[in-house]
């Protein structure tokens, strides 16, 4: 089978390109940059470039679509937000190939925060009480309604613009710097105390052919994993695959849970790829994706991975904890980018720093949030709701 892998920068999408490799698949990926490292994978037959998504929609489809019919490609894989822009504009993409994505209108409604939670409690799951504001002044009432608050835009990903009052992120975005608005809406949500466990699905119209359910006992900024554990966790597989039937999902699946006292409590999902990822062996990833022999594939309990970049940077900038870093760096977690059969991807990992390099000289003058990192690897592949260009 020939694959396009789309945003090849993600290490989800490292990941899934090195396994679907493995197991004898033709791929194909591209991205926006040219040291992207998942491009540079012994596993790429060819690496494309593409324009950006979100800042130049019609000619990224344009250019999918001649990719596909070039390169003669049977499926497309998304590691991202692009998958927005691509269900979209589907109707422009060549009838013959296969999409591993939802309609539009499902993904929309799984990325809008606020339409989420509504979705998950209607489907009797455990759910913070939350507030929407559209303004500043809405804003700060939503915040003063919760003893404990944990705020971000509607529309947001991977840790970037998170404000809280607790917890070891408390303060580090005043609520006076955020830009609530009718066009960038936040959602409030009372701070619940509990153990962060993720998931991520493989579905087939509805239908949960592969999960995994992971916990990231290292975080980068106290916002994304950089280690990660899988577990077994009945309660986070059953809400999976309730909302992939309610909404008759397509693709790949991710949510982020709390595990607490009450039970599992439902935070949001992203209508993507994650780190879940990592923890599924290669011929259970292939088999849940091509729907083989019609079973579900859960990935074990106990497997470990790793971004021992991640980890290393980390014990650069925060030196009080470089020790925990270092037991983790050391452990016997398998590495991710890093991997000694396929090197490339680690050194050009360090390359593309280059593409957080210009975004910050983009915007240079400006108020930049501390964590620039993630905000600059995301920003020409995300979507923040609205109309797409």
Not at 171 to 176: D, H, N, Q, R, Y
Not at 236 to 264: N, P, V, W
Not at 377 to 389: H, P
Request: hydrophobic share 40%.
């Amino acid at each position: 089978m020939r694959v396009l892998v789309t945003t090849s920068r993600m290490p989800c999408a490292i990941d899934e390109i090195r396994k679907l490799g493995e197991r004898g698949h033709q791929v194909i990926a591209t991205d926006t940059f040219r040291s992207a490292p998942g491009s540079h994978s012994r596993h790429v037959e060819r690496a494309l470039l593409t324009a950006s998504p979100t800042h130049a929609t019609n000619l990224f489809i344009e250019q999918i679509a001649s990719i596909v019919r070039d390169e003669h490609i049977d499926l497309i894989l998304p590691a991202f937000e692009e998958v927005f822009y691509l269900a979209k504009h589907e109707a422009l993409l060549p009838s013959s190939v296969g999409r591993f994505f939802s309609r539009f209108e499902v993904l929309e409604t799984l990325h809008d925060k606020t339409r989420f939670l509504g979705l998950a409690r209607d489907l009797g799951l455990l759910t913070p009480r939350s507030a929407v504001a559209t303004s500043q002044e809405e804003l700060r009432a939503a915040t003063r309604e919760f003893p404990s608050f944990f705020a971000k835009p509607v529309f947001s990903r991977g840790g970037v613009d998170l404000c809280t009052n607790k917890g070891p992120l408390a303060g580090a975005l005043p609520v006076e710097a955020c830009e609530a608005s009718e066009d960038r809406p936040w959602i409030v949500q009372e701070f619940v105390e509990g153990l962060d466990v993720c998931t991520f699905s493989v579905v087939h119209h509805g239908r949960l052919t592969g999960h995994s359910a992971y916990v990231h006992p290292r975080e980068i900024e106290h916002a994304g994993g950089i280690v990660f554990e899988s577990v077994h966790e009945p309660a986070c597989l059953e809400a999976a695959g309730r909302i992939a039937e309610a909404t008759g999902y397509h693709g790949q699946l991710s949510f982020d849970f709390l595990k607490t006292a009450k039970g599992m409590v439902l935070i949001e999902c992203n209508p993507r790829p994650t780190a879940g990822v990592h923890v599924m062996h290669a011929e259970d990833l292939e088999d849940a994706i091509l729907d083989r022999h019609g079973k579900l594939r859960v990935a074990p309990a106990g497997v470990r991975r790793k971004y021992s970049i991640a980890l290393l940077r980390d014990m650069l900038l925060h030196f009080g904890e470089a020790r925990e870093d270092l037991r983790y760096l050391l452990s016997d977690a398998k590495e991710v980018v890093a991997d000694p059969e396929d090197i490339k991807p680690a050194f050009f990992q360090a390359l593309s720093y280059g593409h957080v390099l210009a975004y910050r000289l983009h915007h240079a003058g400006k108020s930049l949030k501390k964590r620039t990192l993630m905000a600059a690897y995301f920003e020409d592949v995300l979507w923040n709701g609205g109309s797409m260009k």
